[in-house]
């Protein structure tokens, strides 16, 4: 048996892992962390048992242990309860928390040498050379979820890392790929909630529509595979069905295909490097449906721009970067600024905060809190 904890549970990955996990027989769940939604997690509890759970803060607590009745479990709270579920004894820890509060458990998860199942990418974000270099010390590994990712470290699974001229991330453009930039400003919520191909939690959707989503991946992508930035690049594809590929120095590009389903993924970063077969839903290539490929609109999207750059300037701006957007898209969920609007708190954060290099964890924490103080006053001022 392996010992898997789920961190972020209730949410729309933690819920697809567990149904993965429904069909494995070889792994026990030891640990589930979700925020507030108690009622799904009580229900999770009385399924599969976990030693220890966590939650956001005492009032979930006390919610969940009076769902729970007499069950014997031990019900942690806050940033230090997702630390204890990822510190907690087993051999693999998907952090599906979403933000950068999923920094502090991804540095306890590959701090002890335990498989860190990564769909959470804002810490790579934010604290990439940190993760790497704890999990290098620790001799643990990362198998990314997030489907990009995935199909890259499919695409990179034999060969020399010399042999890869760049690495190619899809996006599908989002639902706004075809507006011309004057209906822009009258997106709404409901709108941006809209995604074509995948149904995720509102925090990454609406970074699917800015194309954040993308500009995090660039990122994420130059941590997980120690690829320069200049080697990166973004191409849309709207049908969300090549997932991601690698061009070799002498013009081969090896794609990953599969239908737009993140059971796939997460099934893989569990599994690897073992693949088992899957119940779901396969791949149809005769069924008619035809691969667009087209380049990024950096001008009707500049949040990807604005994270690209970030990452080549490298030290704190990432982390700056991925702060602001939090606080950003929090705002346009909120209504209280519209979607036109998170780029411009996300460039007005970087540019008022100085670029330095983190040596800490607390360095990145506290360059976080900066950066969330000055997009929330510059949302409350209005600009
Ligand atoms: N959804 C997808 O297909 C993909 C997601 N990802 C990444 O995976 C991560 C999760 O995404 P997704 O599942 O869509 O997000 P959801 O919003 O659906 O789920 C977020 C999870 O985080 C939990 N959470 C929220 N606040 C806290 C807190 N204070 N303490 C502990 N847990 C908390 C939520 O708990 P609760 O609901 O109980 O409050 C929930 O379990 C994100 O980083 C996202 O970018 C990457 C690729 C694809
Ligand atoms: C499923 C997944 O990995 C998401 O990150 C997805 O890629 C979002 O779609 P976009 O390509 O629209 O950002
Ligand atoms: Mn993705």
Redesign the pocket.
């Known amino acids: 048996m392996k010992r898997i904890a789920i961190l972020g549970s209730t949410g729309t990955i933690g819920v697809q892992a567990l149904e993965v996990l429904s069909h494995l027989d070889t792994y026990e769940v030891v640990a589930l962390a979700a925020g507030r939604n108690v009622e799904r997690l009580a229900e999770q509890v009385r399924a599969y048992r976990p030693r220890l759970v966590a939650v956001a803060d005492d009032e979930a607590r006390q919610a969940l242990r009076e769902r729970l009745g007499g069950e014997p479990v031990e019900i942690a709270v806050g940033d230090e309860g997702l630390v204890a579920c990822a510190a907690y004894p087993s051999d693999i820890v998907l952090n599906a928390v979403v933000g950068a509060r999923g920094i502090l458990p991804a540095l306890a998860a590959v701090g002890r040498g335990a498989r860190l199942a990564l769909a959470n ?1 804002e810490c790579l974000v934010a604290a990439g050379d940190l993760i790497l270099r704890a999990m290098r010390d620790a001799g643990g590994e990362i198998v990314p979820v ?3 990712h995935c199909a890259l470290h499919q695409c990179l699974r034999s060969g020399d890392p010399a042999e890869v001229l760049r690495l190619v991330l ?5 639902p706004f790929r075809t507006w011309p930039k004057e209906r822009m400003a009258e997106i709404t919520v409901q709108d941006a909630l809209r ?4 149904s ?1 939690g509102r925090k ?1 959707t609406i ?3 800015t ?1 954040m ?2 500009g995090l ?1 660039v990122i994420e992508a130059h941590h997980l595979f120690a690829v320069p930035y200049d080697k990166i690049s973004v191409l849309v594809h709207p049908e ?1 069905i090549v ?1 991601s590929m690698v061009e070799f120095v002498d013009g081969s590009m090896v794609a990953q295909l599969a239908t ?1 389903d ?1 059971r796939l ?1 997460i099934q893989y970063a569990i599994t690897y490097p073992e693949r088992v077969a899957a119940p779901w839903p396969r791949l149809d290539l005769a069924s008619g449906r035809a691969l667009h490929f087209e380049e990024p609109d950096l001008d009707r999207f500049p949040c990807l721009r604005l994270a690209m750059d970030a990452g080549r300037a490298g030290g704190i701006a990432p982390c700056v970067l991925n702060a602001a957007n939090e606080v950003a898209v929090d705002a346009f969920l909120r209504e209280r600024i519209p979607f036109l609007r998170i780029p411009e708190v996300v460039a007005s954060v970087l540019e008022r905060m100085p670029n330095e290099t983190p040596h800490s964890v607390d360095d990145v924490l506290g360059a976080d809190a900066e950066a969330r103080r000055l997009a929330e006053l510059y949302v409350a001022k209005g600009g």
């Open positions: 990418k997030d489907s990009e899809t996006a599908s453009g989002g995604h074509p191909n995948w995720m990454i970074d699917s529509a194309l989503n993308k991946e969300s997932h737009a993140m993924p």
